[in-house]
């Protein structure tokens, strides 16, 4: 079945560094991937959604100068949390899908640990 | 490593009929569980989650889910499904304390009206 690469698995940082996560579909072109952030005891959130070539649409109350999304290529998204601190901590997953109306795969997840 | 399986991949149900979708999880600690909805070109919505108290736990838009801690299993049910519930649905679950998530590969569930 199709895979989603996702990586890290976990980092550590310290507070003010950037950290970029890996979303790779290794055996489909993916045109669309969803990055999703989870909160404790709370349900996924959707931050934002990337399609290649073009600009990531942002959910609302996400902010995009803080959390950049680059979609360059059908097989490659990386979300990167800029100047990063302790309340970013929190798992992180991605997902992608090869079109609109096709089966959804998932990452691993990066678990983000900020100091 | 936990891990998340969900056996149907595709079922197809007649309106009205009656829903019952497999999650089984392989982790023995204390887990929260979650299903997830994919309606056709959206994006994951929550249906329901267990963190603890009672094991028959209510969602959005009819459906339920029974924990049944001995057999590691989170059961979706719907007592009848309509045209509008065709969609994929994704299992997950999180260890207690933990944020980090398992997906199941997902069910398609097909309604034919």
């Known amino acids: 079945g199709a895979v989603v690469s996702q990586h890290p698995s976990r980092v550590i940082c310290k507070s003010g560094t950037s950290v970029k996560i890996e979303c790779r579909s290794l055996d489909f072109q993916a045109t669309t991937m969803f990055w999703y952030r989870q909160f404790p005891k709370q349900s996924l959130m959707l931050m934002a959604t990337s399609n290649e070539g073009s600009k990531a649409t942002y959910e609302q109350g996400v902010e995009k100068d803080k959390f950049l999304i680059n979609h360059a290529s059908l097989t490659l998204s990386t979300l990167t949390v800029t100047s990063a601190h302790p309340e970013d901590s929190s798992f992180y997953i991605c997902?992608?899908?090869?079109?609109?109306?096709?089966?959804?795969?998932f990452g691993s997840g990066t678990q983000l640990s900020v100091l | 490593a936990q891990s998340v399986s969900q056996h149907n991949h595709h079922v197809i149900l007649s309106e009205a009929a009656s829903l019952e979708l497999g999650c089984n999880y392989s982790?023995?600690?204390?887990?929260?569980l979650f299903w997830y909805v994919q309606y056709p070109g959206q994006h994951l919505q929550l249906l329901l989650k267990y963190f603890s108290g009672d094991p028959l736990v209510k969602g959005i838009k009819g459906f339920e889910a029974e924990f049944i801690k001995s057999k590691f299993s989170f059961n979706l049910r719907k007592p009848s499904v309509q045209w509008s519930d065709t969609a994929e649905y994704f299992c997950?679950?999180?260890?207690?304390?933990?944020?980090?998530?398992?997906f199941g590969t997902g069910t398609r569930l097909t309604i034919i009206p």
């Open positions: 997950a679950v999180s260890l207690f304390g933990n944020e980090k998530l398992t």
């Open positions: 982790y023995g600690g204390t887990v929260n």
């Open positions: 997902s992608a899908t090869p079109g609109t109306n096709e089966k959804l795969f």
